[in-house]
């Protein structure tokens, strides 16, 4: 048994993850994994070598060459072959393209071994939406994050509009309404809580009462 500690975060789109797994990863000393970045980041390659994302193989082997690094200092920024694409992986067509890579059983399985492979000393935490379900189910401890729909398209917008990136509510409420569908329908590894995993709603909740609830949490866990 693999004794490296991993806390998992897992959530729907805007849950507040991202954030939360970033505060917690850098109060621990613990490295990080955004899964959805890898699926993003494998995205801006595939587009910029003009990669067919209909040849799943040649899709596959590009996801196991990725280099990918998470800056914990910089709000977790996304460096891809020592290129910054913290904004550029999160434009439509990127997103479009990450979401259709994300059903392709080829490449859910490279990516798979890209994110084991983040499991380093001191720990790792992971936010995504199988990571307590499916990457690690050995993980210490898993944190389900959820908030309502109408929160977490608000925090979305304003992720956004803060990183520059236009956006529109109503476009932005549409496509988590999808997102949500997609995500807890699809037949790999569909969006649930580990059964095991504590949940959390976060909707009333600032970013550092969430953290310090993990903190807590994992706290507690490492203790014992």
Do not use: C
């Not at 991202?18 to 995205?43: M, W």
């Not at 080829?106 to 983040?118: G, I, N, P, S, Y």
């Not at 936010?127 to 109408?150: H, N, Q, S």
């Not at 569908?181 to 709603?201: Q, T």
């Amino acid at each position: 048994m693999n004794k490296i500690p991993v806390i998992t975060i897992d959530g729907p789109s805007g849950s507040g993850k991202g954030t939360v797994a970033t505060l917690t990863a850098k109060d621990l000393g613990f490295r990080l994994l955004d899964s959805g970045a890898l699926y993003r980041s494998l995205a801006v390659s595939a587009i910029k070598r003009e990669v067919n994302l209909e040849d799943h193989q040649q899709l596959a082997d590009l996801a196991r060459s990725l280099n990918i690094e998470f800056d914990l200092f910089n709000s977790g920024s996304v460096w891809l072959d020592g290129e910054d694409v913290s904004l550029s992986i999160r434009t439509d067509i990127v997103s479009k393209a990450a979401s259709l890579l994300g059903t392709i059983p080829a490449v859910r399985t490279a990516l798979h071994e890209q994110q084991l492979a983040f499991r380093k000393e001191p720990g790792l935490v992971a936010d995504g939406r199988d990571m307590g379900t499916v990457v690690f189910p050995d993980a210490l401890v898993k944190i389900y994050l959820t908030a309502r729909l109408e929160e977490r398209v608000q925090r979305r917008y304003k992720q956004l509009i803060d990183k520059g990136i236009d956006a529109t509510l109503p476009l932005l409420l549409q496509d988590l309404k999808e997102r949500d569908a997609k995500d807890s329908e699809r037949p790999i590894s569909p969006l649930k809580p580990a059964k095991d995993a504590v949940v959390l709603d976060t909707t009333d909740l600032q970013v550092d009462q969430v953290v310090q609830l993990v903190m807590s949490i994992v706290r507690d866990r490492l203790a014992s």
